[in-house]
């Protein structure tokens, strides 16, 4: 069956701008996650979802970073006035498990890059 | 913040040995789960070990658990050059409100010599 999507795969964008990231999860998963993942580091923990609401969004850097779920499918990850440091590889999972905390499927990221 | 911490941080091995990693956390969890990541982009899941298990095997790969010191191994027997990737630990918590949180290590680099 299809795995998650994420879109777009790549995106180059300057300094100031507004980005949008979009992730397709396994139909029927329930709980859908975001990680960063900075060359040569682990994925770092943005934000997860139980359906449409962020059960967890402890991991989002600061206000300029916002993700929504509103059919509780896709999500998009929104990026305000980007920044050099926001570049990096961002990762989407979704899970079978409706609370979280089983395996994740992750998709093979977007990988941002502000200029 | 990083909840794992493996070790050794780069393992370079020939092919047919066996390789061991480490994986050290902080706080109580729920599981422990390995993942493996080739070329920076996608993890795929590997296995996952329950707080209340010791020892999981899944073909060449064996993981144990010791609660007590906050730790787990990973164990890839006979490698092949096809196993040269990022190996990383993941725990979520046990209990509280963010029961589904999977927080991850810092990876070991795994290369395989054929």
């Known amino acids: 069956g299809a795995g998650v999507s994420q879109t777009p795969s790549n995106k180059v964008t300057e300094k100031g701008k507004y980005v949008e990231l979009r992730c397709d999860p396994i139909?029927?998963?329930?709980?859908l996650y975001w990680y960063r993942q900075s060359l040569g580091q682990g994925p770092e923990f943005l934000i997860y979802?139980?359906?449409?609401?962020?059960?967890?969004d402890s991991g989002l850097p600061n206000d300029r970073f916002f993700a929504v779920r509103p059919e509780g499918s896709v999500s998009t990850l929104k990026i305000q006035r980007t920044e050099r440091g926001d570049s990096a590889v961002y990762l989407c999972?979704?899970?079978?498990?409706?609370?979280?905390?089983?395996?994740?499927?992750f998709g093979p990221g977007t990988r941002l890059l502000v200029l | 913040s990083q909840q794992g911490e493996e070790d050794p941080q780069a393992l370079s091995i020939q092919e047919g040995e066996n390789a061991t990693m480490n994986c050290s956390y902080k706080t109580s969890i729920n599981n422990l789960q390995w993942y493996r990541q080739n070329s920076g982009r996608g993890l795929v899941h590997l296995i996952l070990i329950r707080s209340n298990e010791r020892e999981k095997h899944s073909g060449r790969l064996r993981v144990t658990l010791d609660t007590s010191k906050k730790s787990s191994s990973l164990l890839i027997t006979a490698s092949r050059a096809a196993d040269t990737a990022s190996y990383f630990c993941a725990t979520t918590n046990a209990g509280g409100t963010s029961y589904g949180k999977l927080t991850f290590g810092q990876g070991t680099i795994l290369t395989v010599h054929p």
């Open positions: 979802f139980q359906g449409t609401g962020a059960a967890d």
């Open positions: 999972a979704s899970s079978s498990q409706p609370l979280g905390g089983g395996a994740l499927n």
């Open positions: 139909s029927g998963h329930t709980a």
